[in-house]
Nanobody, 124 residues
Framework: QVQLVESGGGLVQAGGSLRLSCAAS????????MGWFRQAPGKEREFVAV????????SYAESVKGRFTISRDNAKNTVYLQMNSLKPEDTAVYYC?????????????????WGQGTQVTVSS
């Protein structure tokens, strides 16, 4: 079992930045691709970004490409999401997730472990 704990959310003005962190409870995390998803009120959960287990490969949703950066530090069992140029439409609860499979999954049903989420609110 892997437990994931997100942190770093908060309230920021449009154009600002936040960095989310997701700490995993076990070193087996290092062999899993890790993803970030988000869910806004009244909307379905959507994919944001994913990083391979080694950190050598990443993929992003079109809506965040060029503004968000996913990274990981396997020595610290932690994955990050650096969010720049934030927009009000980025407001959502952000979740990290771990997948017990290879590659870079981009749909929620491919993930096995989820964090509790952290709120990000971007004011206009």
């Amino acid at each position: 079992q892997v437990q994931l704990v997100e942190s770093g959310g908060g309230l920021v003005q449009a154009g600002g930045s936040l960095r989310l962190s997701c700490a995993a409870s076990r070193r087996t995390f290092n062999s899993y691709p890790m993803g970030w998803f988000r869910q806004a009120p009244g909307k379905e959960r959507e994919f944001v970004a994913v990083i391979s287990w080694s950190g050598s490969s990443t993929s992003y949703a079109e809506s965040v490409k060029g503004r968000f950066t996913i990274s990981r530090d396997n020595a610290k069992n932690t994955v990050y999401l650096q969010m720049n140029s934030l927009k009000p439409e980025d407001t959502a609860v952000y979740y990290c997730a771990a997948a017990r499979r290879s590659g870079k999954p981009t749909t929620g049903d491919q993930y096995d472990y989820w964090g509790q989420g952290t709120q990000v609110t971007v004011s206009s």
